[in-house]
């Protein structure tokens, strides 16, 4: 990763940005990150990681190293078993179509992952791979048709996703039968670039920027099913196990990727997730 990426990070994460949304104090920053071929998680705070080893979804014991965030790449923030996202989650994203009485919810899978900073491979046969900026839940415990309240204590922390999308793999003339290449295809799901515990969606916002230019924007609190909801009602089908994520939908309208492009998923209070874009 180039230190101009890794600048943007940084800068992403400034407590100036952070307190744009929610008190700094309150919401603590853990990322994975690899340095030297060596892959490990810490707390990320004013541009430092303290690394740790343990569990992050338990026991977890300082080791005493401090590095900069300069030195070390970024990796997606935590390794889940599965992956779920919601469809249909903002008005206005669903414009005119009738509002779900449910999360909506698929699967992607693991291997669509892709760490802060790097691409989004765009498939050669694609014609209409679109963004969409998305909260995404990371699970904390062991879930397992459990009421609001315990999905609520159950959710771990936040991140910042992008659920790419073909459209015409989707939707179109070259429509699948499940979207397993449209949602799922390899690097279709940046993730990152922190894990923010104690963040609280409710008073944030997050925004969407290609080439620069805002695409998307909305504040979290307009999600039609909030977050406990969409955990609540997952964990009644599927038992959701600590590090799984769920993508919880995206706002407002999206367009079409090209190579070339940048895409910039920005929350304040959790951070900046950037990836360029380029063809297979």
Request: some cysteine; glycine content about 10%.
């Amino acid at each position: 990763m180039k230190l101009t990426r890794r600048s943007a990070l940084a800068l992403a994460l400034s407590p100036s940005l952070a307190a744009q949304a929610q008190s700094e104090k309150a919401v603590t920053h853990f990322v994975r990150f690899q340095q030297g071929g060596r892959a490990a998680y810490g707390v990320l705070s004013d541009g430092v990681i303290a690394e740790f080893s343990g569990n992050l979804f338990g026991a977890r014991k300082p080791t005493g190293r401090k590095i900069k965030l300069v030195e070390v790449k970024l990796l997606y923030p935590c390794e889940p078993s599965k992956i779920l996202a919601v469809g249909l989650n903002y008005k206005s994203h669903i414009g005119n179509q009738k509002a779900p009485t449910r999360p909506e919810i698929f699967y992607k899978p693991i291997t669509c992952l892709q760490n802060p900073g790097d691409p989004i491979v765009i498939p050669k046969d694609s014609k209409n791979t679109h963004y969409e900026a998305e909260l995404v839940v990371v699970i904390g415990r062991m879930l397992k048709n459990v009421s609001r309240a315990e999905a609520e204590a159950g959710i771990f922390g936040y991140t910042c996703g992008n659920d790419v999308s073909e459209r015409d793999w989707q939707n179109g003339a070259d429509k699948d039968l499940q979207w397993w290449r449209a949602k799922g295809a390899d690097t279709f799901g940046p993730l990152g670039p922190v894990i923010a515990a104690g963040f609280v969606p409710s008073t944030g916002r997050i925004e969407l920027r290609l080439n620069g230019e805002v695409k998307q924007k909305q504040a979290l609190s307009d999600l039609l099913f909030d977050c406990p909801a969409i955990v609540e009602f997952a964990s009644r089908y599927v038992t959701l196990m600590p590090g799984d994520v769920i993508y919880t939908g995206t706002p407002g309208t999206t367009t079409a990727m090209k190579a070339g492009d940048v895409v910039e998923v920005e929350i304040p209070g959790i951070g900046l997730l950037r990836n360029p874009v380029r063809g297979a």
